[in-house]
């Protein structure tokens, strides 16, 4: 499966963006998505994901409350809204599928077999 994000840009402090993740090449319903964000010398780190079930929604503490994953089926397309950004949330953001039938887990990145190309966010003060 192919994965595209888009919807990142520049933005002030306690702005709002929506982040979008296009998937294509393979059923979209077989692959549990997430999102990941790498910001300047530090590593990639987990945002937000769907477990098997894709149902069930993980966040990393500190965007619990202000960022919420969704998926579209019928699109192909998993989305992040990210709603009051601080500073801190600068990085580009990748998302993330690993198929279902060989879940391993929501948070490690070396789950997930296949990535987009990084959209930048930065959130200025």
């Known amino acids: 499966v192919q994965l595209q994000a888009s919807g990142g840009g520049l933005v002030q402090a306690g702005d709002s963006l929506r982040l979008s993740c296009s998937a294509s090449?393979?059923?979209?319903?077989?692959?549990?998505t997430g999102w990941f964000r790498q910001a300047p010398g530090k590593k990639r780190e987990f945002v937000a994901g769907?477990?098997?079930?894709?149902?069930?929604?993980y966040y990393e503490d500190s965007v619990k409350g202000r960022f919420a994953i969704s998926r579209d089926n019928p699109t192909n397309t998993t989305y992040l809204q990210m709603n009051s950004l601080k500073p801190e949330d600068t990085a580009i953001y990748y998302c993330?599928?690993?198929?279902?039938?060989?879940?391993?887990?929501?948070?490690?990145?070396?789950?997930?077999?296949?990535w987009g190309q990084g959209t930048q966010v930065t959130v200025s003060s």
């Open positions: 993330a599928a690993q198929p279902r039938d060989r879940y391993i887990s929501v948070y490690s990145l070396a789950a997930y077999d296949y």
């Open positions: 090449g393979g059923t979209f319903t077989n692959y549990a």
């Open positions: 769907f477990d098997w079930s894709l149902s069930a929604t």
